[in-house]
């Protein structure tokens, strides 16, 4: 479609902005800079998800099985077991819930471990997204940043930033706008997985915690957002679903990199939902 250009909103918030927007039902879309390749961030947990319903539904997995995760194998993080003191045990269900709620970097792990890597890249090769692959998990994330930065946190200096390797889809876990908002779409649409577990991954989308980012733009009682943060030095994305009650579905991905290292960028963040307002507008004439 023509007509949609938010370059000007990514400008004035100091970031270079990818994204795209997908009427879930009609497949129309919009896109900026859509097809570039870009590092994912803690947005790989959403394959990894799909990957364990998939795995569910097959019967190798079960969302009820119990793991045990040890103390001394937790990963870094700010949030869920990464930040807790003893040994957690809990169901695979459970341990999803918080990956992708809460973002828990040490339940991502004990995910990818059970389901394997390969068979997160075997279900996006089988759902048509080839350019987006899984190659590391968290713990591995983090060795790098710590490796790459010379153990420097947060990562401020722009010689040390431009090593890092979580930076550079070449070599990093990455996407496109356009992938990500058409997993999301396919998850709505029931073409991941049985509906009975494509219903289980929207209900989770839907228990993320963070409101500062893609749900800023619809601020509305009546206007459901559920979706997926991802956050690394000067990278911030969010994709996801927003639902209108006239029955509206729209599928957003929007990617930014900030000119600045700072931590602290409200801008940035609010024009991931901004962007992805201006998209669904588009979409809905």
């Known amino acids: 479609m023509s007509g949609f250009d938010p370059g000007g909103l990514f400008r004035a918030a100091g970031v270079t902005g990818w994204m795209h927007a997908e009427d879930i039902d009609s497949g129309r879309e919009v896109g900026f800079g859509a097809d570039v390749p870009v590092p994912t961030a803690s947005v790989f947990k959403v394959p990894l998800l799909v990957a364990l319903g998939r ?19 937790r990963v870094f993080g700010p949030t ?13 269900r459970d341990l999803a819930y918080l ?11 004990a995910i990818a471990a059970r389901v394997g890597l390969d068979a997160v890249n075997a279900a996006l090769d089988r759902l048509g997204l080839t350019g987006t692959r899984v190659l590391h998990d968290c713990r591995v994330m983090a060795a790098r940043m710590d490796e790459d930065s010379g153990g420097e946190w947060p990562v401020t200096d722009a010689a040390a930033l431009a090593r890092l390797r979580v930076l550079d889809p070449a070599v990093t876990n990455r996407s496109t706008a356009r992938e990500t908002a058409r997993l999301f779409a396919m998850i709505w649409r029931d073409e991941v997985a049985e509906p009975e577990t494509c219903g289980w991954m929207r209900k989770v989308f839907g228990l993320q915690v963070w409101p500062h980012r893609l749900a800023s733009g619809f601020p509305y009682d009546d206007v459901s957002v559920s ?14 679903v927003v639902e209108y009650p006239d029955g509206g579905r729209y599928a957003v991905a929007v990617f930014t990199r900030s000119l600045s290292p700072a931590l602290n960028q409200p801008r940035a963040d609010a024009v991931i939902g901004t ?6 507008d588009h979409l809905r004439g």
Do not use: H
Not at 80 to 87: F, V
Not at 99 to 109: E, F, L, P, V, Y
Not at 227 to 240: F, W
Not at 275 to 280: F, G, L, T
């Open 227 to 240: 979706g997926k943060t991802g956050t690394l030095p000067t990278l911030r994305i969010e994709a996801g």
């Open 80 to 92: 869920g077991i990464s930040a807790m003191s003893d040994d957690v045990t809990a169901s695979l």
């Open 275 to 280: 962007a992805a307002r201006m998209a669904v």
């Open 99 to 109: 990956m992708i709620a809460i973002s828990d970097n040490t339940a991502a792990d």
């Open 55 to 73: 795995g569910a539904d097959a019967g190798l997995l079960d969302l009820t099985e119990r793991v045990t995760v040890a103390a001394a194998n």
